[in-house]
């Protein structure tokens, strides 16, 4: 029988020492987030119910899953929004809480907590950053840089990069075999990209219009004054 495919990977599809070296990376990289988060900026009472309102908002969005073929489930992320707002640590520790809260729930698999955190939290977290640290570097700080490469690109490249790590290791593992991947799953990444794309660049440019003070990364004085 063909095992049930989500964005959310399956601990039983893969040996122990994967799935558990997977939760202990996961761990370290949620310890690193933790150290260094800006909890200072959390003291502010509107920023705080910022942070757990986007978390809320995540965990919502992940439950409105597509089924594009008989166990094939794909789901939006939103996580390069919630980077470019609170910055790489703060995003680790949210996108950590919302698959808590869908693990306890029972849409993912507690025990495979690492590797969904890994690759659905940490990868399009960091991913997204280090986006932001050279765009800041070698392109001027514009407004349309900002929304289209910043979350329009980056957001739609980060969903179809997490899809094919996970099709990757599904592949490994033995789950599907490349024909059924071909044919079930991988022609539909384009898809995945304009919603995801279009789902961040409308969230930011909504945020940096309405509640600037909400984007950690954007500032009217570096990407709109005398531009």
């Not at 794909?74 to 693990?103: E, K, Q």
Request: hydrophobic share 60%; proline share 4%.
């Amino acid at each position: 029988m063909r095992r049930k495919q989500s964005m959310e990977l399956d601990a039983s599809m893969f040996p122990t020492p994967v799935w558990g070296g997977a939760l202990l990376i996961y761990l370290m990289a949620l310890a690193m987030a933790v150290r260094h988060a800006p909890w200072r900026r959390l003291r502010d009472g509107a920023q705080w119910n910022a942070f757990l309102g986007s978390c809320v908002f995540l965990v919502m969005l992940w439950l409105l899953r597509t089924e594009m073929r008989a166990g094939l489930v794909f789901h939006l992320l939103g996580l390069t929004s919630l980077t470019l707002m609170f910055g790489w640590s703060l995003a680790v520790i949210g996108a950590g809480l919302v698959l808590l809260v869908l693990s306890l729930g029972g849409f993912a698999d507690f025990s495979a907590l690492g590797l969904n955190g890994l690759i659905e939290g940490v990868l399009p977290v960091s991913l997204t950053w280090i986006a932001l640290l050279l765009v800041r570097h070698y392109l001027p700080r514009h407004f349309f840089i900002y929304i289209f490469i910043n979350a329009f690109l980056v957001g739609g490249l980060a969903a179809v990069l997490t899809a094919l790590l996970v099709s990757l290791f599904l592949l490994l593992s033995g789950a599907y075999t490349m024909e059924q991947l071909g044919n079930d799953y991988l022609p539909f990444f384009p898809l995945m990209f304009l919603p995801e794309a279009m789902l961040n660049g409308w969230i930011m440019t909504l945020l940096v219009g309405f509640k600037p003070h909400w984007v950690a990364s954007f500032s009217d004085s570096d990407y709109l004054d005398g531009k």
